[in-house]
């Protein structure tokens, strides 16, 4: 399996957004937050991004196993790979920027800015402001290096069967975990009720995101922060036999946030030179100095 970026087979999508563009086909129904841009339009679009979505979940299918997972964890959850001020960060983040997306001609930090800033008109607390900064600062992966598939894309419990809720279930067929009988029983490998906290999901920009804020940021935000992209149990209601009181609890503030990364999109930037003075004070009321990846 080859690491290179930029190998279409590896990497299907034209740009990551490409995968939230399809969520947003999948769950279009929320009206309140995309401000003067319609929701319907977010369901109109001409281009073709099925099949290489398809392709995408091939490959994700296929190869996020459950010793795959183990294996990153064990590489990128020691965070020495890197040391950086968020606003470094921020640009090493904006490297991602993809001119063939027709949705968003605005970078990586736009749509972090913008679902922060729709958090903050609705008036929530200014820790879920930070999680709109920061969800998607795990997608720094790919400039580590990796596949698409194993940085963006629905997320999934691994190590036990996988639910039919989850999108193109029928690819999941090829993984090595679904004829192994470790892994491919209701339960797999963990027991009745255990917690979603004992649960390893599928390797990506959630999880990573989550082990990187989970010193400096309240309990509900880091459920949203480590299970935004876990659409089989926020929207499907799926795995409820993992599940204890506490993610029964946590589950509302998941569901809170989602409407605005995927809704929140708006071809306006946001006015920076205005907006910077509050986001440093609030960086600085959470986040140490340098982040480490
Ligand atoms: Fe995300
Ligand atoms: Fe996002």
């Given at each position: 399996?080859?690491?290179?970026?930029?190998?279409?087979?590896?990497?299907?999508?034209?740009?990551?957004?490409?995968?939230?563009?399809?969520?947003?086909?999948?769950?279009?129904?929320?009206?309140?937050?995309?401000?003067?841009?319609?929701?319907?339009?977010?369901?109109?679009?001409?281009?073709?991004?099925?099949?290489?979505?398809?392709?995408?979940?091939?490959?994700?299918?296929?190869?996020?196993?459950?010793?795959?997972?183990?294996?990153?964890?064990?590489?990128?959850?020691?965070?020495?790979?890197?040391?950086?001020?968020i606003?470094?960060a921020?640009?090493?983040?904006?490297?991602?920027?993809?001119?063939?997306?027709?949705?968003?001609?605005?970078?990586?930090?736009?749509?972090l800015?913008?679902t922060a800033?729709?958090?903050?008109?609705?008036?929530?607390?200014?820790?879920?402001?930070m999680v709109g900064l920061m969800h998607d600062m795990g997608?720094?992966?790919?400039?580590?290096?990796?596949?698409?598939?194993?940085?963006?894309?629905?997320?999934?419990?691994?190590?036990?069967?996988?639910?039919?809720?989850?999108?193109?279930?029928?690819?999941?067929?090829?993984?090595?975990?679904?004829?192994?009988?470790?892994?491919?029983?209701?339960?797999?490998?963990?027991?009745?009720?255990?917690?979603?906290?004992?649960?390893?999901?599928?390797?990506?920009?959630?999880?990573?995101v989550?082990?990187m804020m989970?010193?400096y940021l309240?309990?509900?935000a880091?459920?949203?922060l480590?299970?935004?992209?876990?659409?089989?149990?926020?929207?499907?209601?799926?795995?409820?036999?993992?599940?204890?009181?506490?993610?029964?609890?946590?589950?509302?503030?998941?569901?809170?946030?989602?409407?605005?990364?995927?809704?929140?999109?708006?071809?306006?930037?946001?006015?920076?030179?205005?907006?910077?003075?509050?986001?440093?004070?609030?960086v600085?009321?959470y986040l140490?100095?340098?982040l480490?990846?």
């Amino acid at each position: 399996m080859s690491q290179q970026n930029n190998v279409p087979v590896i990497n299907p999508l034209a740009s990551l957004d490409e995968w939230e563009e399809d969520v947003l086909k999948r769950y279009p129904d929320v009206d309140a937050i995309a401000g003067d841009k319609d929701t319907n339009e977010y369901r109109n679009y001409e281009t073709p991004v099925r099949d290489t979505v398809r392709e995408f979940y091939r490959l994700n299918h296929e190869y996020q196993s459950y010793d795959f997972v183990q294996e990153k964890r064990a590489h990128y959850l020691q965070f020495n790979k890197a040391k950086m001020p968020i606003w470094d960060a921020f640009e090493f983040l904006n490297q991602l920027v993809d001119d063939s997306d027709p949705d968003t001609d605005l970078d990586q930090f736009q749509h972090l800015l913008q679902t922060a800033e729709a958090i903050r008109r609705d008036g929530h607390p200014d820790w879920m402001v930070m999680v709109g900064l920061m969800h998607d600062m795990g997608k720094v992966l790919c400039l580590f290096g990796e596949p698409q598939w194993a940085v963006v894309g629905d997320t999934f419990p691994v190590g036990c069967a996988y639910s039919d809720k989850i999108v193109y279930p029928e690819f999941f067929s090829l993984n090595k975990d679904f004829s192994d009988s470790r892994y491919n029983t209701r339960l797999g490998v963990y027991a009745e009720g255990c917690g979603l906290r004992n649960v390893t999901m599928s390797w990506g920009h959630d999880e990573y995101v989550y082990q990187m804020m989970k010193d400096y940021l309240p309990e509900p935000a880091l459920y949203m922060l480590r299970y935004h992209s876990f659409y089989a149990w926020h929207r499907e209601g799926e795995y409820s036999y993992l599940l204890d009181d506490h993610d029964r609890e946590m589950l509302k503030w998941v569901k809170l946030f989602n409407p605005y990364d995927l809704y929140s999109k708006n071809p306006t930037p946001p006015d920076w030179k205005q907006l910077q003075p509050y986001y440093e004070e609030l960086v600085k009321k959470y986040l140490p100095g340098d982040l480490k990846f």
